[in-house]
């Protein structure tokens, strides 16, 4: 399983838990595998797991970075996505830009038109604000 098709995964997860109340990530992932009868992949299910454990974190930075939006007002499509990238980009050794770019690239496949650029937009915004990023201006 390539890093793309991992996100990929671990997007899909964090999709699902927004609708599989009561059960853990664990239970969730596990659950998950044997429904599509698909091989998982280490880094998926790590991606995922972090992203679960500091959901709580994840969505504070979103809710703060996403002017004039409210997290409930997103799609589950688009909190997922984010969700995913926050976490990688806060939580792993993945370049900022790598993660923001492979969450566009998703948003492009799996949600509305409008999305990638809303996607962006904030995730920057989110790279800028925790110093993942530093503007050209800033340096």
């Not at 688009?78 to 998703?106: F, H, Q, S, W």
């Not at 604000?129 to 340096?139: A, C, M, V």
Request: hydrophobic share 40%.
């Amino acid at each position: 399983m390539t890093r793309r098709e991992s996100r990929i995964c671990a997007f899909e997860l964090l999709y699902e838990t927004d609708f599989r109340n009561g059960e853990t990530s664990t239970e969730i992932y596990e659950k998950s595998l044997s429904a599509r009868d698909a091989k998982g992949s280490e880094f998926a299910k790590n991606l995922y797991c972090l992203c679960m454990a500091h959901l709580c974190d994840i969505d504070k930075v979103i809710s703060e970075s996403a002017e004039n939006w409210k997290l409930s007002r997103m799609t589950a499509v688009t909190k997922a996505i984010l969700r995913l990238c926050v976490g990688e980009m806060l939580y792993t050794d993945v370049p900022p830009k790598a993660a923001i770019n492979e969450a566009v690239e998703i948003a492009k496949v799996y949600d509305d038109a409008k999305a990638p650029r809303f996607i962006n937009g904030i995730l920057n915004r989110i790279a800028r604000n925790t110093g993942k990023i530093i503007d050209e201006e800033q340096k």
